[in-house]
């Protein structure tokens, strides 16, 4: 079984939460950009679009360098292996539970034409 750490798991996820850090780390996915491009490319301040990409770094997801006056940013080297393990997990479990429920639903209608049938005798 995958041992998962709850703090990691909660930091990746509260900084997965916010739409703005998704994007920029889709952004990143295509190429670096500067602090400056990502302010402008999501339409916020130069403070703002720090904090967001300081949380993506706290948590390794980002990867910062400062050369002379521009930062740029880069998807760090941490990717969400343990995050998509934990993920994949639930989802297996509600697959199963729902694979149940279908069941319990597949026997309810079979029932219910057994009875409608019953019925019409």
Same mark, same amino acid.
């Given at each position: ?21 998704? /994007?920029? &780390? @889709? *952004?990143? $996915?295509?190429?670096?950009?500067s ?6 490319k999501?339409?916020?301040? %130069? ?6 990409? /300081?949380? &993506? @770094? *706290?948590? $390794? ?13 880069k998807?760090? %080297? ?9 993920? @994949? ?18 026997? %309810? ?13």
């Amino acid at each position: 079984m995958v041992q998962y750490s709850p703090a990691l798991l909660d930091a990746s996820f509260a900084a997965l939460s916010d739409a703005t850090r998704r /994007g920029v &780390l @889709e *952004q990143l $996915g295509r190429a670096d950009a500067s602090i400056t491009d990502l302010a402008d490319k999501f339409h916020m301040t %130069l403070t703002g679009m720090k904090k967001h990409v /300081g949380i &993506l @770094e *706290q948590v $390794g997801l980002v990867k910062t360098e400062k050369v002379g006056r521009v930062r740029t940013c880069k998807l760090g %080297l941490r990717g969400l292996g343990e995050e998509a393990a934990w993920i @994949e997990r639930y989802r297996q479990v509600w697959e199963a539970r729902f694979d149940e429920l279908d069941k319990v639903v597949e026997e %309810l209608k079979r029932k219910e034409k057994a009875d409608a049938r019953q019925k019409t005798k």
